[in-house]
């Protein structure tokens, strides 16, 4: 048995000598797997394979089916679905014999102004074959859901541009007027069979989420009044019949959003998610049932840690499951329609990214990850959960060194308790010193979460192999904590938050494994507008990165796109309390700054107008500290182009390795396969 043993600990030995540090190009090639569907029967799952191709320069979005974990005839192993680069939402029918899915293909109509394809609706076997269109509209279509008899599918599509505004867009006669002319959706019926369309719901609003009764007479929808993202806080729902007579109703009277209906298995009651006007734009969206036919609604999770999401009911219409975020992991959960305390299905130190119900709610299907582990899909029997892997789309990662991870609790100043994540770095010894990297998320209601980091905005994975420690603090006003907790930056931008970063690092320093004079932070939107706010109130950092960052709240406020957020943030409009966006502001204490600073922004950026990364960099120009700026071409504020978040990455891990860390080789590796 000795020898055994040591034979096998050789073994080990030998392939940890093989694993190598995980670089930029590593981050480009990881597959994202999400948005699970089981079919009706529990044997098949539909999912979605997303990842950027850097050598097209494009996303891809692929549809695959594998088997639920028991034999299926001619499905050995997960295969690829569908035939195009860019297709999502598949969906089965209620009977399983058919699978519908959006893609924006070559063939469909492209809007007037020369953008991509707008995605249609696709509808084609279960076991594959040739995918048939049954939508052809310009506007194209946002969302859709099947009818309970497989026959009929309702769709949402935006409403088409005139024939005379198309010619003034080809003709580049295309002045527009601010919050006017806006382009609107309408919700359609079709029965599959036919083709034949009916255009069942043609009010001026932007339509989304269709819903069915089961039996199938009438759909709940979710309507707001205008496509702005600040509109986006006064969405209802109201209840149409499927035919198009009659006037849609009103389901919920409040003032606040409503949204994510869904039907109880008898057609009588609706269970969705709502905030009063109280905490209408910001705070914690409330799980509550209502009366199919109106009326008061009832909470069913008096203190919920976040937002109920993919809301399932129970096949006797008891209880209802969802998936929520609980601290740094994301869970499935039961609830009773009688309200309660809710019961957790899953118990893993992971992320649960979506999940799916077989139609007699006896098997599951969900994607997962966790800090060192990439997204796969799982199976299993439910609600006993005893999970099985059933794909592998990233076996390149277990030749990667990642760096241990870790949940750390400390005290802010005032003594309330916050949480987030340590990433150690590679191969580190207990008690040694070393360089450091604070990255704040954004929102600032973001969380970090025990997910497999992968995106240009959180690869701290990179870091830990070149020898830094990554620290990623869920400071208050993150999400997955509750309500208070989420609140508890109200009227305090760059107050307590702030200190919630300052007394992590505190106790990091305290714990022997932070180097104070190594110290590095960065951060994209709120956590771009942290790092700005830091770094003109302290010189503890050696390097700092502002990504698509909040600058000056004052010209923030009427540039940007979120005017009702930031009043309810800050409490006023900036003119009717100058002092409280003066003194949230980087620019009016740009004086004391510093700190050798990185400035990257994208140049079509709506959410955080690339005007405060301007002023930022000037104000550091002008009073002579180390500044670099970077502006990324046709980018808004989530890059989407893999050449330019590959450049991202590799330009701000070479900035900080200048400042506080030791030689990278940020080339080293080369990009992996995407196949």
Known sequence: MKTFTIALLSVAAVAAQTKRPMTPEDVMAVKSVNNARISPDGKLVLYELAYPDVKDDQGRNEIWIASAGVPVAGLAKPRKFTSGRDDRSPEWSPDGEWAAFLGARGSAPASPAGERPRAQLYVMPTFGGEAEALTDTKGGVTGFQWSPDSKRVAFVSQVPLSDADEKKQRDKDDARVVDHDYRYSHLWVMDVESKKASEIVKLDAVLADPQWSPDGRRLAYVSRPTPKADDGSLSDIYIARADGSGTPRKLVDNAGPDQDPRWSPDGKSIAFNSRDMRNGVLGVMHLKVISAEGGAARELITDPDSIAAQIQWTRDGSAVYFRGEHHTTAQIYRVPVTGGVPQTITHDEAVINSFSLSS???????????????????????????????????????????????????????????????????????????????????????????????????????????????????????????????????????????????????????????????????????????????????????????????????????????????ERYFGEMPWNDLEAYRRASAMTFIKQAKTPTLIMHGAADTRVPISQAQELYMGLKKNNVPVEMVVYPRENHGFTEPLHILDKMKRETEWFQKYIGQELHVQAGGPAPNN
């Open 360 to 566: 007699a709610g006896d098997r599951v299907a969900f994607t997962r990850s966790d800090l060192q582990h990439a997204p796969d899909l799982y199976v299993s029997s439910f609600p006993k959960v005893d999970a099985q892997r059933v794909t592998d789309h990233n076996p390149q990662v277990a030749q990667l060194e990642l760096g241990r991870s870790e949940v750390i609790r400390w005290r802010g100043k005032d003594g309330m308790e916050i949480e987030g994540i340590l990433i150690y770095p590679v191969g580190y010894q207990a008690g040694t010193k070393v360089p450091l990297i604070a990255s704040i998320h954004g929102g600032p209601s973001g969380v970090w979460s025990q997910t497999f980091p992968h995106s240009g905005n959180s690869y701290p994975h990179v870091w830990a192999g070149q020898g830094l420690a990554v620290f990623m603090p869920n400071i208050r006003g993150s999400s997955g904590y509750g309500e208070k907790f989420q609140l508890a930056d109200l009227k305090d931008w760059g107050g307590m938050d702030y200190q919630d970063i300052q007394t992590g690092l505190d106790e990091l320093v305290k714990r022997g494994l932070a180097d104070p004079d190594r110290m590095g932070q960065s951060g994209w939107s709120y956590g771009g507008y942290m790092t700005a706010w830091t770094l003109t109130q302290t010189n503890r950092f050696k390097a700092v990165m502002v990504g698509a960052g909040l600058t000056d709240m004052f010209s923030m406020y009427s540039t940007n796109d979120l005017q009702r957020v930031l």
